[in-house]
């Protein structure tokens, strides 16, 4: 199992400089990825292209790009030349994204979800894979009448998907290679998510798909105030169904219930609940919740448990 975090540098000067500062202390400290959020700021797979070609070794990961407001196309261009950039060490992850940010920031309507990941991931696995797609969908067209592979990217992409509901874990068994939930514990992973996964990937004929599982945590003795602070910052997740009934189902009532806040031993021990419960990998996220010191804190101790 490999452990690395997200970066987020947004409130820096200059965000990709403090973006690959960050990275470079990662590495250092034997995190084994970087991992970038897709709001409507930084482009994810340029930054993810950007870190992995300064620091060489670290994986580096998109978490996640909403399927509206995109197309197959231009998401295989930006994936494919991440991977080229970094040899091999990029992982893109696909989302529904929500409702509100669909329709406020795009003005598109947030119908059909399911049907229009599916069409998508469908038309990117082929372009990912040879450069070309002819695929014409009820949603989507995506057809390369110019090739569309990047030299470099012969490999393809890892396609992983911020899945967590019945349908979504459905198609992504059957058209992924893993995916990226968030704010679910361990009991939501190991009763609900993994398990309906990997039956989709096994009736679809496909290999063991990877878990790799966003976790919001830090290493800290302040527990109390660190927890106050996570449910506040958390509490905008609460106003979207899926994540409301994924910390349900992890026994959470609130978005921080979910949260991995302690010292060592109990951080380490979430860790390990997380592999038990079937995740491939861990990614810690609001490292920096406490502060830098306990953000160094967190990533010593991930770091020993990645090696």
Do not use: C
């Amino acid at each position: 199992m490999t452990v690395g975090v997200a970066l987020d540098a947004s409130g820096a000067r200059n965000q990709v400089d403090a973006t690959v500062e960050l990275a470079r202390e990662a590495a250092a400290a034997g995190l084994r990825s970087a991992w970038f959020g897709q709001t409507f700021g930084a482009d994810s797979p340029q930054l993810a292209a950007i870190v992995g070609r300064e620091v060489p070794g670290l994986h580096v990961g998109t978490s996640a790009i909403p399927v509206f407001g995109r197309h197959p196309l231009l998401v295989s261009s930006q994936a494919q030349t991440a991977q080229a950039a970094t040899h091999g060490r990029y992982h893109l992850g696909l989302a529904l994204g929500t409702k509100l940010l669909t329709e406020s920031g795009f003005g598109l309507p947030f119908e059909r979800p399911i049907a229009r990941l599916r069409e998508f991931l469908t038309a990117l696995r082929q372009l990912t894979q040879t450069g070309t797609a002819d695929f014409h969908g009820e949603l989507l067209t995506a057809t390369t009448p110019i090739p569309g592979r990047v030299p470099g990217a012969e490999d393809g992409v890892p396609l992983l998907v911020a899945a967590m509901g019945p349908q979504a874990l459905r198609v992504s068994g059957e058209l992924a290679d893993g995916i990226l939930p968030y704010l679910a514990g361990p009991r939501a992973l190991a009763d609900h998510i993994v398990p309906a996964l990997t039956a989709a990937a096994e009736a679809a004929g496909r290999p063991a798909p990877r878990i790799v599982a966003l976790v919001h945590g830090v290493v800290t003795d302040d527990v109390a105030a660190v927890r106050a602070k996570a449910t506040d910052d958390l509490a905008f997740y609460e106003q979207i169904p899926s994540y409301r009934r994924v910390v349900e189902l992890s026994g959470g009532r609130r978005a921080a219930d979910v949260a991995v806040i302690g010292d060592e031993k109990t951080v380490e021990a979430e860790v390990r609940r997380y592999r038990d419960a079937g995740a491939t990998e861990v990614i810690f996220s609001g490292t920096g919740i406490a502060g830098e010191e306990d953000r160094r804190r967190t990533w010593a101790l991930l770091g020993e448990l990645a090696g």
